[in-house]
């Protein structure tokens, strides 16, 4: 069994921080991971994107050309990335921000107003883990329990005050 995500979003919004969290929940199952960021000029604002691969079978390419899901934290991710995602496939957006001027009819769209979500938690900067939130339901190979973990063991030392506020941002996407 594999899971295929792609993320993607502006420089900042913590796309690579999901991507890292998927690997890591991935890394404590025992899983096969493959986490491949791409960054674009800008480190801030500039766009970002990364794809993970969790595995319970040896993975034998780390390209995703049609994923299982995705999230999208922009517009230019949402155009980019639409077609992307594999007919039966599960695709999340943040409603705040992304327009759906296009639209598939083979995939499950998720509409998230994650800023909104995330402002009334107090931090609009968390919006990527409602987002979060609401994908791992579709998702075979990692769940709550696994992503608590990895985010006990990533954000633990650095930042313990950010803690209940990831897992609270995630829960409330997964009630979306």
Excluded at 77 to 88: D, H, M
Aim: aromatic share 6%.
């Amino acid at each position: 069994m594999m899971d295929k995500v792609l993320l993607a979003g502006f420089g900042g919004q913590g796309v690579m921080f999901i991507g890292k969290i998927f690997a890591v929940s991935g890394m404590i199952a025992d899983l096969n991971v493959c986490w491949i960021p791409s960054y674009g000029p800008e480190m801030r604002g500039g766009t970002a994107n990364c794809s993970v691969i969790l595995s319970d079978e040896e993975i034998h390419s780390p390209v995703i050309d049609q994923a299982d899901g995705g999230i999208v934290l922009n517009q230019p991710s949402y155009e980019k990335f639409l077609g992307r995602i594999k007919p039966g496939g599960v695709l999340v957006i943040n409603s705040s921000i992304v327009n759906l001027n296009k639209i598939r009819d083979d995939i499950k769209i998720i509409k998230v107003p994650a800023t909104e979500i995330a402002n009334e938690l107090g931090n609009s900067s968390i919006a990527n883990m409602v987002c979060l939130g609401a994908l791992l339901p579709h998702l075979n190979l990692t769940d709550y329990e696994k992503v608590k973990k990895a985010i006990y063991e990533v954000v633990g030392e650095k930042k313990p005050e950010l803690l209940e506020l990831n897992l609270n941002a995630i829960k409330k996407g997964m009630e979306h």
